[in-house]
C-alpha cells in the first residue's frame, strides 16, 4: 500500500465509523430527526471516497444497531424508507469508483424488498478491486459473538482446536482484517456495541462533530491524528 502524500505517516487499512449525532444535527436546525438521518445518508459517499483517496482500503459504517429497532416506530420506519431510497444512489457512486460493497449484520428482519436491494447491490460491487465499504445495519457486536458461538457449536469443530483466527471466520467480517482506527462523531465515547472483537487493539478517535457535518476534511483530521500515535501490540 502506497501511503497517501497528505498523510506520511501510517495510513490505517482498515477504519470503522460510529455515524452519531443525526438526531441532534436536525434536533439543533428546527428540523423532524428524519431529516438529519437523511443529510447522514447524504454524507455516505463522501467519506468513504476520502478514506479511499487516503489509502485506507476498509471503511466500515455502522448505521442501524440491532438496539435501533426499539426506537420510536415511525423514526424506525423512515429510516428504513430512506436507506431503501438511498440504497441505489450510493451503491452507484461507490460503484462508479470501484469499491465493493458488503453489508454486516442481519437481512431477515428487513422487509423483502429492501433486503433484495442490498443483496443486490452486494452482488453488483463483488468484483470490484478498490476499497471495500462495510455496512453494518441490524447489527451488534454482541449478538455477532453468540451467533459465531453457536455455529461453531453447528459445525461441531472440536474445542481445542478453537484458537482466534477459527473463530474469526464465524463472525460477519470474516475475510476483512482488524480495525485499526475507530471513529465515533457526535460527541459520545462509548463502542455502543460495535465491532467488539475486531476492534481489540483499534485506535479509538472521538469528535464532537455530529455526523452529517463530518465530511473529508473531518476524515482528514482523524487520519492525521492516527499517523501521530506510535501503534504497540502485546503490552503497555
Avoid at 445518508?41 to 467519506?47: C, Q
Avoid at 458461538?149 to 461441531?156: I, L, P, W
Avoid at 475486531?198 to 482528514?220: C, K, M, N, V
Wanted: charged share 30%; glycine share 10%; hydrophobic share 40%.
Amino acid at each position: 500500500m502506497i501511503p497517501s502524500p497528505e498523510f506520511p505517516g501510517s495510513v490505517p487499512r482498515h477504519v470503522a465509523l460510529i455515524m452519531d449525532g443525526n438526531g441532534r444535527w436536525a434536533t439543533a436546525r428546527g428540523l423532524r430527526r428524519l431529516e438529519g438521518h437523511r443529510a447522514g445518508l447524504e454524507k455516505v459517499s463522501e467519506v468513504v471516497l476520502g478514506m479511499a483517496e487516503a489509502g485506507v482500503e476498509f471503511v466500515t459504517l455502522f448505521s442501524f444497531s440491532t438496539e435501533n429497532w426499539k426506537r420510536p416506530r415511525d423514526e424506525v420506519a423512515g429510516i428504513l424508507k430512506l436507506l431503501a431510497e438511498a440504497l441505489e444512489r450510493t451503491a452507484g457512486e461507490l460503484d462508479d469508483r470501484n469499491v465493493s460493497i458488503r453489508h454486516l449484520g442481519r437481512l431477515d428482519r428487513l422487509a423483502l424488498p429492501l433486503r433484495q436491494g442490498v443483496e443486490r447491490v452486494v452482488t453488483r460491487t463483488a468484483a470490484n478491486t478498490g476499497a471495500v465499504a462495510s455496512f453494518a445495519f441490524d447489527y451488534g457486536g454482541r449478538a455477532e459473538i453468540v451467533e459465531a458461538a453457536r455455529r461453531v457449536v453447528t459445525d461441531k469443530i472440536d474445542a481445542h482446536s478453537i484458537d482466534e483466527t477459527v473463530f474469526g471466520k464465524y463472525l460477519h467480517t470474516s475475510g476483512l482484517p482488524d480495525v485499526d482506527l475507530l471513529v465515533r462523531t457526535g460527541g459520545e465515547k462509548r463502542l455502543s456495541n460495535f465491532l467488539l472483537w475486531q476492534s481489540a487493539y483499534a485506535e479509538l478517535y472521538f469528535t464532537d462533530t455530529l455526523w452529517p457535518d463530518f465530511g473529508r476534511e473531518e476524515a482528514s483530521k482523524a487520519l492525521a491524528e492516527y499517523a501521530k500515535r506510535q501503534r504497540r501490540f502485546g503490552g503497555l
